[in-house]
């Protein structure tokens, strides 16, 4: 089995062109659900809930995106599978344990698996390139000295970016910036990667680049990947499934084919980046010609 695995991950090595040092598959395929958020309920308040009677999951290995106009919880639903937040009501499992049912230590555990871009995440601005990487890895690692530079190079150069290393945040360009954050974001192997919004403000040239970046990383780690974006073209140019959400609800859920096909009205909107439907351009107001004529 071990020489197998072994294989495996060289195999994908190769076939994905990135090096890894620390490359690390599922440890025992006996889950087959890597996170299951169920029934889950969130509110930051009280009197207005913000997620209501969430129901999904990120099979392992997967690329699952979670899609939805602003406001309508994709933060927050990473919040909670990250376990920053308890759901009020429902259960959120990462590897088959309830989130909510860990220790302190526990938690630590099972966040130093997962990998975190955060949106907006910017670097440490008074950091090299190279120094925000390895920022990641001291804090969480005993690795030093020669190993240590091996592996922040490495992740580097598995976003293309070991030559510019020693680059300040202020000489990287913003689709740089993302990569470098990436590299970070991937510095300890993690099981789980999770992005809030990977691509807002790139081109679309560097775009591109950040997708393709998250399927292949997430392909050659072996990892599992949770994408919230607004970015419906290129999410579903990567992803396996889609999960869109609306008032705190899931809408729907499939594969990118089935978005495409959806008639779902809402997501059909989205997708196709309508200004008018469902969601209304106007904002309600009276009728136009009596408003515009009661101020005659
Ligand atoms: N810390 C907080 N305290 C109180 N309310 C919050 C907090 N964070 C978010 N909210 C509210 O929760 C709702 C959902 O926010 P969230 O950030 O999850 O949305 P989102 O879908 O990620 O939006 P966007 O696409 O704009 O990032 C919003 O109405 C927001 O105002
Ligand atoms: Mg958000």
Known sequence: MARIERAARVAVRKSSGLKFALSSFPDKVTIPNLVEVEGVTFGYDRRRPI???IDMVVPRGRVVAIMGLSGCGKTT???LIGGALRPDRGEVRVEGRSVKGLSAEGLYAMRRKMGMLFQFGALFTDLSAFDNVAFQVREHTALRGALLRDLVLMKLDAVGLRGAAHLMPSQLS?????RVALARTIALDPMLIMYDEPFA?????????????I??????LGATSIVVTHDVQEALAIVDTVYYMSLGKVEFHGTPEQVRASGHPSLHQFAHGEPDGPVPFHY?????AQDLLGGA
Do not use: C, E, I, Q
């Open 201 to 213: 403000g790139l081109d679309p040239l560097s775009l591109g680049v950040v997708g393709k970046l």
């Open 174 to 178: 913003g689709g740089m910036a993302r």
């Open 215 to 220: 399927r292949s990383l997430n392909d050659a």
């Open 77 to 79: 639903l990473l919040r």
């Open 284 to 288: 309600p107001a009276p009728d136009y």
């Open 51 to 53: 997620l209501r009677d």
